[in-house]
């Protein structure tokens, strides 16, 4: 079919560049890891407790089977496993902020049959031969999408996926109140749960294509720097490092989980929503005690690129004052 000449336009997006210009794109960051799986011929994954269940979901949807390891205080392995035939090992770069031990430790030690989860570190380079997973809405406004970097080699053909009635909730976000769309929002994330493997939509390709990556990083960034200053000294998760760092948001891990929720409920009564990781591991029956803490305890502060310095003040003098009262 020639390409259309005249007519209306399409939603006009400028021409900006891949933040990953060599990766496969996939309709979701589940999916990558899927067709991943699949073509390297996974028998087992070793993943850690502390994960979002779409992940063991779609290892077990391609015939993998499962093994649990333990993280320390630190969210790195309590012991490094030995890994037979047609095993791999994943791990979460957790909020982004785990891209040294990622690089001095766990990629020297398993190489190519490590998989590396960068669903919460958009900005963290895949390392040379290591699989890498993306999942940029998890950073930016696009209803769906995942990457695939360092893939192994085979025949990558994959059938088209369609957007179009994704954007709802983000287009609704413009328009109207959070709350009002968040419904949308969830319906395309049941959705996506279950849809086969497919690549990204040249609309998601074409939003993702436009943005402003150096402005993005700059800004979250420091965010991060703000939040890590002010609230260090509450903080009982010791991760963030001390270069600037593009992250997912502001860990702040406290030891009274009642207290946590009691802030969080609060926080929200004041439309400052901060979402939780992950409530299945509390009820999982081999959950450690450290990931159960985690998932209970932990208030991932949001630092993205829609907020200044100003938005971080309120955010911890905020939280700084709920702590003070308790």
Same mark, same amino acid.
């Given at each position: 079919?020639? /390409?259309?000449? =005249? =007519? $209306?336009?399409?939603?006009?997006?400028?021409?900006? $560049?891949?933040?990953?210009?060599?990766?496969? =794109?996939?309709?979701?960051?589940?999916?990558?890891?899927?067709?991943?799986?699949?073509?390297?011929? !996974?028998?087992?994954?070793?993943?850690?407790? $502390?994960?979002?269940?779409?992940?063991?979901?779609?290892?077990? *949807?391609?015939?993998? =089977?499962?093994?649990?390891?333990?993280?320390?205080?630190?969210? +790195?392995?309590?012991?490094?496993?030995? &890994?037979?035939?047609? /095993?791999?090992?994943? $791990?979460?770069?957790?909020?982004?902020?785990?891209? *040294?031990?990622?690089?001095?430790?766990?990629?020297?030690?398993?190489? %190519?049959?490590?998989?590396?989860?960068?669903?919460?570190?958009?900005?963290?380079?895949?390392?040379?031969?290591?699989?890498?997973?993306?999942?940029?809405?998890?950073?930016?406004?696009?209803?769906?999408?995942?990457? #695939?970097?360092?893939?192994?080699?085979?025949?990558? +053909?994959?059938?088209?996926?369609?957007?179009?009635?994704?954007?709802?909730?983000?287009?609704?976000?413009? %328009?109207? @109140?959070?709350?009002?769309?968040?419904?949308?929002?969830?319906?395309?994330?049941?959705?996506?749960?279950?849809?086969?493997?497919? @690549?990204?939509?040249?609309?998601?390709?074409?939003?993702?294509?436009?943005?402003?990556?150096?402005?993005?990083?700059?800004?979250?960034?420091?965010?991060?720097?703000?939040?890590?200053?002010?609230? %260090?000294?509450?903080?009982?998760?010791?991760?963030?490092?001390?270069?600037? !760092?593009?992250?997912?948001?502001?860990?702040? &891990? &406290?030891?009274?989980?009642?207290?946590?929720?009691?802030?969080?409920?609060? #926080?929200?009564?004041?439309?400052?929503?901060?979402?939780?990781?992950?409530? +299945?591991?509390?009820?999982?029956?081999?959950?450690?005690?450290? /990931?159960?803490?985690?998932? !209970?305890?932990?208030?991932?502060?949001?630092?993205?690129?829609?907020?200044?310095?100003?938005?971080?003040?309120?955010?911890?003098?905020?939280?700084?004052?709920?702590?003070? !009262?308790?």
């Amino acid at each position: 079919m020639p /390409e259309a000449i =005249g =007519g $209306y336009f399409e939603l006009e997006l400028r021409q900006g $560049y891949s933040l990953y210009p060599h990766a496969l =794109g996939f309709n979701s960051a589940r999916s990558a890891l899927k067709a991943l799986l699949s073509a390297n011929g !996974t028998l087992t994954l070793h993943l850690p407790h $502390y994960i979002c269940h779409a992940v063991p979901d779609a290892a077990q *949807s391609v015939g993998a =089977g499962l093994r649990r390891y333990a993280l320390d205080p630190h969210l +790195e392995l309590t012991t490094l496993p030995t &890994l037979d035939a047609n /095993e791999q090992l994943l $791990y979460v770069n957790y909020f982004g902020l785990k891209d *040294s031990y990622i690089c001095n430790v766990l990629a020297p030690h398993y190489g %190519e049959r490590l998989i590396i989860d960068n669903s919460q570190g958009l900005f963290s380079p895949a390392l040379a031969g290591i699989p890498t997973i993306y999942s940029p809405r998890k950073f930016v406004g696009v209803p769906d999408g995942g990457w #695939l970097l360092n893939a192994p080699a085979g025949d990558w +053909e994959l059938p088209a996926s369609q957007s179009s009635s994704h954007f709802d909730a983000l287009l609704g976000r413009l %328009e109207a @109140a959070p709350e009002q769309h968040y419904a949308q929002f969830q319906r395309v994330e049941t959705a996506l749960a279950g849809a086969p493997v497919a @690549a990204m939509s040249n609309s998601t390709r074409r939003v993702l294509d436009s943005l402003d990556y150096p402005s993005i990083m700059a800004r979250r960034q420091s965010n991060l720097s703000v939040l890590a200053h002010a609230l %260090e000294t509450h903080n009982r998760l010791d991760i963030v490092p001390t270069a600037p !760092t593009a992250a997912l948001c502001y860990p702040l &891990l &406290l030891s009274d989980c009642a207290h946590v929720r009691a802030i969080r409920e609060q #926080l929200l009564s004041e439309r400052i929503f901060v979402p939780c990781y992950w409530q +299945e591991v509390v009820n999982a029956l081999h959950s450690p005690p450290m /990931e159960r803490q985690l998932a !209970t305890c932990l208030l991932p502060l949001p630092i993205d690129q829609r907020y200044d310095a100003k938005h971080m003040a309120r955010l911890a003098e905020r939280i700084n004052t709920l702590l003070a !009262t308790s």
